[in-house]
C-alpha cells in the first residue's frame, strides 16, 4: 500500500517536444506529491509538487497532472532541452506540515533523455 | 536558500571498517533528517528517520545496528555504517527538514567497500 509505480523506465525526447512521465498510488492517506530531478552523482533536486486539492499546477514548463479518484498524477516537460535529461522520479507522503513531512516514498525513476 | 551539506562526498573503504557520513544543515535548523539509500539505476529508500535529540526510527529490514544513526543538535546528523561489507556499497542521501523550512536533500556520498 505504500508503493508508488511510476512508468516509463526510460524515455527518450526530441528538443522542443513534450516529456510525460507518469505515477499511480495505492495510499489513500498520501497528501504530498512532488516531482525530483536527479543528475548522476547528485542528490535529488525538488522540481515542483502538488497537494491533492488542486488538479494541475504549473512552474514555466513543468505541470503536474493530479487525478485524485484515479490516485495517479503525472509530470509534463513542455518544450523539453537537453539539459533536462536526468532521473525524475515521482514522490508521495503524508501528514503535510505534520511529523511524517518529509518521508517519503519514491517512484522507480524514469530515465529522460532529450535529444538535440 | 536552505542547503543540506553531506561530507564525504566519496568513500573507499576496506571490509571490516566502520565509516561516518555527516549530513549538515548549513541555515536552518533541521528537527528531523532522513536517511536514503540509492543503488544504481534504481530508486531512493528510505532507511531511518531521526529527530533531533532521540532514537532513530528505522525502516523494515534496515539493521539499526548496522546502520547507527546520530542526531545530538539540530544541525548535524551522521549515519555510521559499521563493519562494513562490499553490500553495504551504495548511494547514501540524506533530507532535512525543521520549522518553516522546506525539504531540502543533500547531495549524496558514495561508499565503496573494498
Known amino acids: 500500500q505504500q508503493q508508488v509505480k511510476q512508468s516509463p523506465q526510460s524515455l527518450i525526447v526530441q528538443k522542443g517536444g513534450i516529456s510525460i512521465i507518469n505515477c499511480a498510488y495505492e495510499?489513500?492517506?498520501?497528501?504530498?506529491f512532488p516531482w525530483y530531478q536527479q543528475f548522476p552523482g547528485k542528490g535529488p533536486a525538488l522540481l515542483i509538487a502538488?497537494?491533492?486539492?488542486?488538479s494541475e499546477k504549473k512552474e514555466g514548463r513543468f505541470t503536474i497532472s493530479f487525478n485524485k479518484s484515479a490516485k495517479q498524477f503525472s509530470l509534463h516537460i513542455m518544450d523539453s532541452q537537453p539539459g533536462d535529461s536526468a532521473t525524475y522520479f515521482c514522490?508521495?507522503?503524508?501528514?503535510?506540515?505534520?511529523?511524517?513531512?518529509?518521508?517519503?516514498?519514491f517512484g522507480q525513476g524514469t530515465i529522460l533523455t532529450v535529444h538535440p | 536558500g536552505a542547503v543540506v551539506s553531506q561530507h564525504p562526498s566519496r568513500v573507499i573503504c576496506k571490509s571490516g571498517t566502520s565509516v561516518k557520513i555527516e549530513c549538515r544543515s548549513l541555515d536552518f535548523q533541521a528537527t528531523t533528517m532522513f536517511w536514503y539509500r540509492q543503488f544504481p539505476k534504481k530508486s531512493l529508500m528510505l532507511m531511518a528517520t531521526s529527530n533531533e535529540g532521540s532514537k532513530a526510527t528505522y525502516e523494515q529490514g534496515v539493521e539499526k545496528d548496522k546502520f547507527l544513526i546520530n542526531h545530538a543538535s539540530l544541525t548535524l546528523s551522521t549515519l555510521t555504517v559499521t563493519s562494513a561489507h562490499p553490500e553495504d556499497s551504495s548511494f547514501y542521501i540524506c533530507?532535512?527538514?525543521?520549522?518553516?523550512?522546506?525539504?531540502?536533500f543533500g547531495n549524496g556520498t558514495r561508499l565503496t567497500v573494498t
Open positions: 514522490a508521495a507522503s503524508s501528514g503535510a506540515g505534520g511529523t511524517s513531512y518529509g518521508k517519503l516514498t
Open positions: 502538488i497537494r491533492p486539492d488542486v
Open positions: 533530507s532535512a527538514r525543521g520549522g518553516a523550512s522546506p525539504l531540502h
Open positions: 495510499n489513500t492517506a498520501f497528501d504530498y
